[in-house]
């Protein structure tokens, strides 16, 4: 016989005795089962991989996950459409938001209309689509938030409640980014680690402290696979920030390159945690394929580094030599006093290997390379984009 009908009948042989020893057919074999199945092929052990293979049941495409993204027209969504569709294939990751697409945005894969507050269109949209991952950046932002906090708890905590009861529902993995605006003045600001005090003064930290609260709750009540982490300022060339307090650290980069003027709504020397945009999308990627059991916690702190107004200024100096500078904080620095200067993420590195790529002056090289060919080759300073989709400033 040949050494592949060998390979099999040993193969076979080994399911035979997994079988008969119930490792697998037990409720929580079936659990583990329904876990690895919507993992990444890589990280599944390879016994879980053979024997699913013979019970796969799924029809996706290479037995990806299909994923929904909430508020993907934002600064983070359609960078991380871009990523999980070049690993889970195209037509398996699905945008959504409640505005309309640009066309470049349309033209790349399939886009949706979902409001976070309707929750029949959204269990429309798992039910049609056969979601099993659900990636809910829905939000308002800080300084965004505290203009309307009545439409920041709608949204930033009537739309969490929806997507957590439709992924109990449908035993989806969902993932609720949070943020360093989840600490306030009463926690430890440098370092400060993942369990902590956590009293903040903004309606965007107190949704979000909710949302990790309410996340871990389904968790240990339900089961429901609830995945947070708690980004720093995220940097981003691409795509515009959507009203934050670290929103200064993009606005600079496109002052530089537009005006060559730029002035800072925070004081020179506030530091906040920052990080690169590739850097935030790769750490969603790997923390949501990490299994379940490898976690020891929900809800994880993650970052890159952290700078002052001033120290920014100077690294961008480095790229374009004449830059001014002023510094006039506005209602951002309030909120900016309250929350961390430095991130300790150091469970998220050990528990499953976090590692950023980009400090302060990768950072800028990067934004640089990015930025510089958006305002060299349009000559119309008015457009919001260029021809390949890179956004200029838009926001005050
Ligand atoms: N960007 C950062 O620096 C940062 C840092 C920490 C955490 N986060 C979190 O990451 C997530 C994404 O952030 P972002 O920067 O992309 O935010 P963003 O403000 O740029 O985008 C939010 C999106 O939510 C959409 N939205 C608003 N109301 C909605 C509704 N009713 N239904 C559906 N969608 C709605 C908006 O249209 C927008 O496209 C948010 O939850 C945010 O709290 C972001
Ligand atoms: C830090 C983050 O949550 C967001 N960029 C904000 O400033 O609101």
Redesign the pocket.
């Known amino acids: 016989m040949t050494t592949t009908v060998w390979g099999l009948i040993i193969k076979w042989l080994i399911v035979f005795v997994l079988l008969k020893s119930n490792i697998f057919i037990t409720s929580y074999g079936i659990y583990t089962i329904s876990y690895y199945d919507d993992c990444h092929p890589e990280n599944r052990p390879k016994i879980i991989v053979f024997f699913i293979r013979e019970i796969d049941h799924t029809k996706h495409e290479g037995n990806k996950p299909r994923v929904l993204i909430t508020g993907s027209l934002g600064q983070l969504g359609t960078g991380l459409a871009s990523v999980m569709r070049k690993r889970y294939g195209v037509q398996n990751v699905f945008m959504s938001d409640i505005i309309k697409a640009p066309p470049n945005v349309a033209a790349s894969g399939p886009y949706v209309f979902a409001d976070i507050l309707d929750f029949k269109r959204l269990q429309e949209l798992i039910v049609t689509h056969s979601i099993d991952w659900i990636v809910h950046f829905s939000a308002l932002?800080?300084?965004v938030g505290e203009n309307n906090v009545p439409l920041a708890m709608r949204v930033n905590i009537e739309g969490l409640h929806n997507v957590l009861e439709l992924s109990k529902q449908y035993k989806l993995k969902l993932f609720v980014p949070s943020?360093?605006?989840a600490f306030g003045p009463d926690s430890p600001r440098n370092p400060t680690p993942d369990l902590t005090i956590q009293r903040p003064r903004t309606i965007?930290g107190v949704s979000k402290v909710h949302a990790e609260l309410m996340g871990e709750y389904y968790f240990h009540r339900f089961g429901m696979d609830f995945r947070s982490l708690r980004?720093?300022?995220?940097i981003s060339a691409d795509t515009n920030?959507g009203?934050?307090?670290?929103?200064y650290a993009v606005h600079i980069f496109h002052d530089a390159l537009q005006t060559g003027d730029f002035t800072s709504f925070l004081r020179r020397d506030t530091r906040l945690p920052m990080m690169y945009i590739d850097d935030c999308l790769r750490s969603v990627v790997q923390f949501m394929e990490i299994p379940s059991n490898q976690l020891k916690q929900r809800t994880y702190n993650v970052t890159a580094m952290s700078f002052t107004p001033e120290e920014l200024v100077a690294e961008v100096r480095k790229h374009v030599p004449h830059l001014k500078a002023k510094y006039e904080p506005d209602s951002r620095q309030k909120i900016a006093d309250t929350w961390p200067e430095v991130f300790d993420d150091s469970n998220a590195r050990a528990d499953w290997g976090w590692k950023h790529e980009y400090d302060i002056k990768g950072l800028c090289d990067i934004m640089f390379e990015k930025l510089r060919p958006v305002y060299d080759t349009d000559s119309h300073p008015d457009n919001a984009s260029s021809k390949d989709g890179k956004q200029k400033r838009t926001t005050a």
Not at 231 to 234: D, H
């Open positions: 932002l800080s300084a943020t360093i605006g965007y980004f720093p300022g995220v920030p009203g934050g307090t670290t929103d």
